[in-house]
């Protein structure tokens, strides 16, 4: 019977797989997929002190960078401030696949720069979600 557990297996479509390789298979599948068709050319730009960290070397990264109206949900919407304002303040997000990038460590106030959209707009760092298990996930103010 498809989905069924025996022996601590999840068995589906006939295959037996231990549950928490499926977990992570189908996890890491979902991830991928989205990347696949909506990442893109970040340029990651570590800032120590308003100049460059030179104990984080710049590196380009595919990644998830969501502005504009993409942004509803994830970002904090606190203090009162409508999505909509925030929006209108330059904010996005920028999620990164920890399986595909797990050396990745941001820090408020780096830049980035995305490659793939018109005129290559810069965002800065404001905030770093690194407890989400498949997704670093930064808060961005417009540069």
């Given at each position: 019977?498809?989905?069924?557990?025996?022996g601590?297996?999840?068995?589906?479509?006939?295959?037996?797989?231990?549950?928490?390789?499926?977990?992570?298979?189908?996890?890491?599948?979902?991830?991928?997929?989205?990347d696949?068709?909506?990442?893109?050319?970040?340029?990651?730009?570590p800032?120590?002190?308003?100049?460059?960290?030179?104990?984080?070397?710049?590196?380009?990264?595919?990644?998830?960078?969501r502005t504009?109206?993409?942004?509803?949900?994830p970002?904090?919407?606190?203090?009162?401030?409508?999505?909509?304002?925030?929006?209108?303040?330059?904010?996005?997000a920028?999620?990164?696949?920890?399986?595909?990038?797990?050396?990745?460590?941001?820090?408020k106030?780096?830049?980035?720069r995305?490659?793939?959209?018109?005129?290559?707009?810069?965002?800065?760092?404001?905030?770093?979600?690194?407890?989400?298990?498949?997704?670093?996930?930064?808060?961005?103010?417009?540069?």
């Amino acid at each position: 019977m498809p989905g069924r557990q025996r022996g601590g297996r999840a068995h589906s479509m006939g295959i037996a797989m231990p549950i928490s390789s499926s977990f992570r298979a189908a996890r890491d599948a979902v991830v991928s997929g989205v990347d696949q068709r909506f990442a893109e050319r970040i340029r990651l730009s570590p800032m120590k002190n308003e100049k460059a960290d030179p104990d984080r070397p710049q590196v380009v990264i595919m990644a998830v960078l969501r502005t504009g109206d993409e942004t509803a949900g994830p970002l904090d919407v606190s203090g009162g401030r409508s999505l909509h304002s925030r929006i209108a303040a330059g904010k996005a997000a920028l999620y990164i696949d920890r399986t595909e990038y797990p050396d990745i460590v941001l820090r408020k106030k780096d830049k980035l720069r995305a490659l793939d959209r018109p005129g290559e707009p810069v965002f800065e760092v404001s905030t770093v979600d690194d407890r989400n298990h498949t997704r670093l996930i930064a808060g961005l103010n417009q540069a």
